[in-house]
């Protein structure tokens, strides 16, 4: 609770000497205590306690109605007075500096007016209704969102509740965790003389929740000084080590930080460009990471250098002069205004060598960037101007404009959870992601999702639980597993079922790395229990790999039988390992129930005319690749004095290559009738085999074979070997086949990579 805070000057209190980014130095909370105990100033004059406040809210809002503040103040003054902090001081003390902290950081007056009175309904006679009847809807709202949270529990057996508390707090409004997270932060300065025990309790839980929300919501002025307090109580030595090596470059006489600077500004002059150099002292904990990463510092790993401008397209100027007019380190260039991180951080960085081989890293970005790196949400202003009707949604839930995409999603499968431990532990897993990727969707919409995820986890950050009847996607415009990881700017397009009783495969859950999707597929895998040995295995295969590419596909057909040194000239073979038709096309001996394996018109010899630079020998096309003109093939000669042909990246050429088979010249000749192996993947629907068939002989082309497996999960694989009187029909042939309703790929057939 805040009232357990303590007085920074007390004896024995932890406060990080660390590089302070502004001017104005820390206030005297002692002096401020005393004039609080002079009681509320004069209804035309603003008290002098929060002159400090009034001062920085105007840096930020020159035009703010200040009376809002007098008036919190007034009452505040009034309701804690007798109250007294641990260390001697006025209670007031406290949700002053608290204020302060937010005013600096750039809160709209709303937040600073709520952050006045964020203690007075918990600690004094104060009632939220009063509240409410004084300052309006909205202090209110975010008084009683602080409230709940300062109330809950931080044992360890309460965490995961408390914590899905704080997160719909923080959801509902993004202010209410601002106010937290400042609040947290005056109480870490002033934890100085409780017991060590204490302390490191309430620093776990700090570093463990706490600094990963101000970094979800781009606090990092506040993230900052949290890491270092935390540091300072949980890891002492290694804290006052850091200490020491900042201590030691600061007695240098050299810099080379400030020397780079002056000759950045110098560029930048001759380049026309207006901007504000500065030099940027790395805080403990990033000097401490620095250390651990390059072992001895020099002086240029103790700082970055920040640039800032006033038009995003300054930002690519100065970069382009630095790169232009400096030896840049080009592993070190990222581009975070293209593609900003999850927690609305904009900047480019990049980095230049000096001659002695010190390596500075650059900071460029905006003014406006600049603020939101800094203050994150907080700099975003009021989220809720708009008309009162639509700032509810519905049992007090609120549409947040400036709400994160993570922050929504959290808030949706928090909901979704099924018990306290299953969120605790995504919880820990969605805060220990530090990095976001965005993919596109067909539409032109994104996804924002976790480094890591895969086509699974965007299934449900898209449909939500409606992804149980995802079958497959395309990536990139490519099929792929569900299981494919995801790279930012990725393109996925999701191919969902039509089966309204679709439902997710248990091995999903290897693959998705979201709360969303994780909780979806547990919430439905609960209702849903399998009976032991229930599912036969082959299923369980099929619907993890979804709609696999054409590759994988083919690492269930066997070699055809056309390799084999006794089979007939061009003879097929049968799909998923069994044996092809006879020649009038009846089903093949073995194949299962549902299956259809079949061939018509058997031929002999080589489909596609190929002639080998040599003696007139036979020639066949190997049909696990089935090349076709211009493919690149390569022939080897096999008993009876047959060449076989196949393509030069297929696995059967592979292997005779590594058994020493003679390789045989050949080319292409100007027969162009050639002979195909397509894969079609469509939805199940009726009279489908006949609307695929009619379309491939509407094109002039004769099927040889033909092997549909049974439908699973409403999908339907077909594999064609196909006999085409021109190889240049191929591309018409397969958007003909992509046109028939229900198919949504086909492809030829790839060959196996060696040792597939």
């Known amino acids: 609770m805040s009232a357990d805070a303590t007085n920074p ?33 004069a209804r035309d004059r603003l008290p002098d306690a929060i002159g400090h406040v009034a001062e920085a809210h105007r840096a930020h809002f020159p035009d703010a109605d200040l009376e809002p503040l007098r008036r919190a103040y007034v009452l505040a003054e009034s309701s804690h007075r007798g109250q007294m902090r641990k260390s001697g001081e006025p209670y007031i003390t406290h949700p002053l500096a608290v204020t302060l902290i937010l005013a600096e950081l750039g809160a709209e007056t709303t ?35 602080v409230t709940k949270l300062e109330k809950v529990d931080y044992g360890a057996a309460a965490e995961p509740e408390t914590f899905r508390k704080m997160l719909v707090a923080t959801g509902n409004d ?114 401490h990471r620095v250390s651990r990463k390059r072992g001895r510092l020099r002086g240029a790993d103790f700082g970055r250098l920040l640039v800032l401008v006033n038009e ?104 979704a959870a099924p018990d306290p431990d299953t969120f605790w532990s995504t919880l820990r897993e969605d805060l220990a992601q530090d990095r976001e990727i965005t993919v596109f969707r067909p539409d032109g919409g994104t996804l924002g999702l976790p480094d890591g995820a895969t086509c699974v986890d965007a299934a449900y950050a898209q449909y939500g639980e409606d992804a149980h009847a995802c079958i497959g996607a395309r990536v990139n415009g490519r099929l ?105 096309g009846g089903p093949a001996p073995g194949a299962p129930d549902g299956s259809v394996t079949g061939t018509r018109g058997g031929r002999s010899g080589a489909a596609c005319a190929v002639v080998v630079d040599g003696p007139h020998t036979a020639v066949r096309l190997a049909g696990c690749c089935t090349p076709v003109p211009p493919d690149r093939v390569a022939a080897f000669a096999v008993r009876g004095g047959v060449v076989t042909v196949h393509r030069v990246e297929c696995a059967g050429a592979a292997r005779m290559k590594g058994t020493g088979r003679p390789e045989v010249g050949v080319r292409w000749g100007d027969t162009t009738a050639c002979r195909v192996t397509l894969l079609a993947e469509s939805f199940g629907r009726p009279h489908l085999l006949a609307d695929l068939t009619e379309a491939i002989a509407l094109e002039g082309v004769e099927i040889v074979s033909a092997t549909v ?48």
């Open 9 to 41: 000057a007390a004896p024995g209190a932890v406060v990080p000497a660390a590089p302070r980014r502004r001017a104005r130095p820390r206030l005297d909370l002692r002096r401020l205590g005393r004039a609080a105990l002079l009681g509320p100033a």
């Open 111 to 145: 937040t600073l007016t709520a952050s006045l009175l964020h203690d007075t309904v918990e600690d004094t006679d104060v009632t939220l209704d009063q509240v409410g009847e004084e300052f309006g809807a909205e202090v209110r709202y975010l008084v009683d969102g």
């Open 174 to 287: 993004v202010r209410v965790m601002s106010i937290k997270l400042a609040d947290r932060l005056h109480n870490m300065r002033t934890l100085g003389v409780m017991r060590p025990e204490k302390q490191a309790r309430i620093a776990k839980v700090t570093r463990d929740v706490l600094i990963p929300l101000a970094e979800r919501l781009g606090v990092q002025a506040l993230k900052t000084e949290l890491e270092d307090l935390v540091f300072a109580i949980l890891r002492p030595e290694e804290y006052q080590h850091t200490r020491e090596l900042i201590a030691e470059n600061a007695s240098r006489p050299a810099d080379p930080l400030t020397e780079v600077a002056e000759q950045v500004r110098g560029v930048l002059h001759e380049a026309d460009i207006t901007a504000e150099v500065l030099v940027r002292p790395r805080h403990f904990v990033s000097v």
């Open 312 to 415: 995003d397209a300054d930002c690519y100027g100065v970069l382009g002069e630095l790169h232009t007019c400096m030896t840049p380190v080009v592993s070190e260039f990222k581009d975070f205004i293209a593609v900003p991180k999850f927690n609305l951080y904009q900047s480019l960085h990049t980095a230049v060598a000096r001659e002695d081989g010190q390596v500075v890293e650059v900071l460029i970005r905006t003014h406006q960037m600049h603020k939101v790196a800094e203050a994150g949400v907080v700099a975003l202003g009021n989220p809720y101007a708009t008309p009162a009707e639509e700032q509810s949604a519905g049992d007090g839930e609120r549409v947040d404009p400036t709400r994160p995409g993570w922050l929504s999603r959290l808030l949706d499968w928090q909901e």
């Open 480 to 584: 792929a597993r569900l299981s494919t990881v995801l790279k930012d700017g990725d393109t996925v397009q999701l191919l969902m079922g039509q089966d309204p009783a679709s439902e997710p495969s248990r091995e999903w859950l290897e693959h998705a790395h979201t709360p969303a999707a994780r909780i979806a597929i547990q919430r439905w895998l609960a209702t849903h229990p399998a009976p032991a040995g229930d599912e036969p295995e082959e299923e369980r295969d099929l619907r993890d790999t979804a709609a696999p590419d054409p590759a994988a596909m083919l690492d269930a057909l066997v070699e055809p039988a056309s390799d084999a040194p006794d089979a007939p000239d061009g003879a097929a073979a049968g799909a998923l390992g069994r044996p092809a038709a006879d020649a009038c």
């Open 709 to 756: 497996a049974p439908p699973a999960q409403q999908r339907v694989h077909h594999t064609y070997t196909l006999h085409l009187p021109d190889a240049a029909r191929l591309p018409a042939l397969m958007r003909a086949m992509r046109s028939v309703p229900g198919v949504y790929d086909v492809s030829r057939a790839q060959p196996q990579p060696p040792g597939a």
